[in-house]
Nanobody
Framework: QVQLVESGGGSVQAGGSLRLSCVASRSISTSHSNSACMAWFRQAPGKEREMVANMPTGNSFTTYDASVKGRFTISRDAAKKTMYLQMNALKAEDAGIYYC??????????????????????WGQGTQVTISS
């Protein structure tokens, strides 16, 4: 199990940018053969938690929800045990609580993109993103 701690949320005007960080409590395997999936989810009030972006820990393949593609970028720094979500051109509908999550190791990198939310076993506490007009 790994503890995940998000930071970087806040209030920003529509059109602005934020960068979220997620620090893991231990090193994450970057082995291609023992990869896990790391993801950012968000949950708006009254809505289900939805995947925003994810990537395998074993390579740099990324997947984005259509609503954020071209505006958000997921990345990680293995040496710092940190995953990032750069969010640009923020819209009102991007508001919500953002969570980082990780699956157990052993998920093929090509399965990360469509990995069901239930397969993510480690979650952070969330960080609030508020968008003002």
């Amino acid at each position: 199990q790994v503890q995940l701690v998000e930071s970087g949320g806040g209030s920003v005007q529509a059109g602005g940018s934020l960068r979220l960080s997620c620090v893991a409590s231990r090193s994450i395997s970057t082995s291609h053969s023992n990869s896990a999936c790391m993801a950012w989810f968000r949950q708006a009030p009254g809505k289900e938690r939805e995947m925003v972006a994810n990537m395998p820990t074993g390579n740099s393949f990324t997947t984005y929800d259509a609503s954020v593609k071209g505006r958000f970028t997921i990345s990680r720094d293995a040496a710092k045990k940190t995953m990032y979500l750069q969010m640009n051109a923020l819209k009102a509908e991007d508001a919500g609580i953002y969570y980082c999550a990780m699956s157990p190791a052993g998920v093929a990198w090509y399965d990360c993109g469509a990995l069901d939310r239930s397969r993510y076993t480690d979650w952070g506490q969330g960080t609030q993103v508020t968008i003002s007009s």
